[in-house]
């Protein structure tokens, strides 16, 4: 399916965003690492803190880039703000209200690949955009729809259980949406949402698997 706008009116409207919000990109990225550092305290309250900074990265990307900015070339917009509002609003009712979102990082496959992710988001995307030409503040920086989704779903393999399979949804289908930047318009630096989505489908399943959710129930049996 092709875009209905071109490589540089994407980038005018990361150049409209970024000048529009200037110094907010610093308190983006001081936000996710508060969230990184209150997973890895791993008690109950700082897995709430965390879970508050998603949901506010979430809010932040519906209400103010895709509503405010994108919708100005794309009026698919619209529908993706209403998404990462309810993403967020979900990640507030599982992981604040709720609780059922407890973050305790561990020396096994799920944290490491969740780290790379995380690492991946706040400085090797900037630094692949960089290099292929993306120069700031016609840029994509922390706290648009991609590197969040990425972070997001890092974070998520720090959870000490599987999370309510709903908050994989929308980051997954947007892991999807995104890959249209990647094909047609050169946004290489994307790469690593497919990347994320496979990892987190990957570690979910194999959760499921290890838990006995995907085994048959057994059969019972009478004897006469």
């Not at 409209?16 to 508060?34: G, M």
């Amino acid at each position: 399916m092709t875009l209905p706008f071109t490589i540089e009116q994407f980038a005018e409207v990361f150049r409209a965003y970024n000048e529009s919000i200037w110094p907010a990109q610093w308190v983006l990225n001081a936000l996710a690492l508060v969230s990184l550092a209150a997973a890895f305290a791993g008690r109950r309250r700082a897995s709430q803190i965390a879970s508050l900074g998603l949901a506010v990265l979430w809010l932040w990307t519906g209400l103010v880039y895709h509503a405010r900015f994108f919708h100005a070339i794309n009026p698919a917009a619209i529908v993706f703000a209403a998404a990462f509002v309810l993403q967020g609003l979900m990640i507030g009712w599982f992981g604040i209200a709720r609780e059922t979102v407890r973050f305790a990082p561990r020396r096994n496959a799920a944290t490491a690949v969740g780290l790379l992710l995380i690492t991946y988001a706040l400085v090797v995307y900037p630094l692949i955009g960089r290099a292929i030409g993306h120069r700031y503040p016609a840029s994509p920086t922390f706290g648009v729809p991609c590197p969040t989704t990425i972070f997001t779903l890092g974070l998520f393999l720090l959870a000490a259980q599987a999370l309510p399979r709903m908050l994989l949804i929308i980051p997954v289908v947007w892991a999807v949406v995104g890959l249209s930047a990647v094909l047609q318009l050169g946004m290489s630096e994307d790469w690593g949402l497919p990347a994320a989505a496979i990892a987190a489908l990957v570690f979910s399943i194999r959760h499921d698997f290890r838990h006995g959710r995907w085994r048959r129930p057994a059969v019972a049996t009478s004897s006469a």
